[in-house]
Nanobody, 129 residues
Framework: QVHLVESGGGSVQAGGSLRLSCQASKSILSSNCVAWFRQVPGKEREGLGTVYNTGLNSYRADPVDSVSGRFSILVNDATNQVYLQLNRLSPEDTAMYYC???????????????????WGQGTQVTVSS
C-alpha cells in the first residue's frame, strides 16, 4: 500500500508563504505521477499541479495555470519529498491540501481527482486577511 504523508500546513497572513511537504518513496518518485490538490468544504477537490521523473533524475513539474505565478512544485531526491511552495497567499487559498499519486507517466498537466489512486491525509492551510 502506498503511503504519502503531507506536512507544513498552518496559519499565515495574506501575502505570506508556506512550503508544504509530501513524503513519498523512491519507487513513487521514479515511476509515478505525484500531484497536489486542495479542497474547501462543500467544493470539489481542485488539482494544483503535477510532477514526474523524466529520467536521469530530472523532474518535470507543472503547476496549473491558475496558480503557476504563485505556486511551484519541487522535488528533493535525497529525501523523496515533493514540495508545494505557496507564495503571495490570500484568504481564498484557505483549504485542505493533499498530495496524491498514480502509476504511469507522463502526467496530464491538470490533475483530476478520479485518476489518482493513493492519497495522503492532508494538511490544512489557513490564510487570514
Amino acid at each position: 500500500q502506498v503511503h504519502l504523508v503531507e506536512s507544513g500546513g498552518g496559519s499565515v497572513q495574506a501575502g505570506g508563504s508556506l512550503r508544504l511537504s509530501c513524503q513519498a518513496s523512491k519507487s513513487i518518485l521514479s515511476s509515478n505521477c505525484v500531484a497536489w490538490f486542495r479542497q474547501v468544504p462543500g467544493k470539489e477537490r481542485e488539482g494544483l499541479g503535477t510532477v514526474y521523473n523524466t529520467g536521469l533524475n530530472s523532474y518535470r513539474a507543472d503547476p496549473v495555470d491558475s496558480v503557476s505565478g504563485r505556486f511551484s512544485i519541487l522535488v528533493n531526491d535525497a529525501t523523496n519529498q515533493v514540495y508545494l511552495q505557496l507564495n503571495r497567499l490570500s484568504p481564498e487559498d484557505t483549504a485542505m491540501y493533499y498530495c496524491a499519486t498514480r502509476a504511469g507517466i507522463p502526467c496530464p498537466t491538470v490533475p483530476k481527482m478520479v485518476d489518482y489512486t493513493d492519497w495522503g491525509q492532508g494538511t490544512q492551510v489557513t490564510v487570514s486577511s
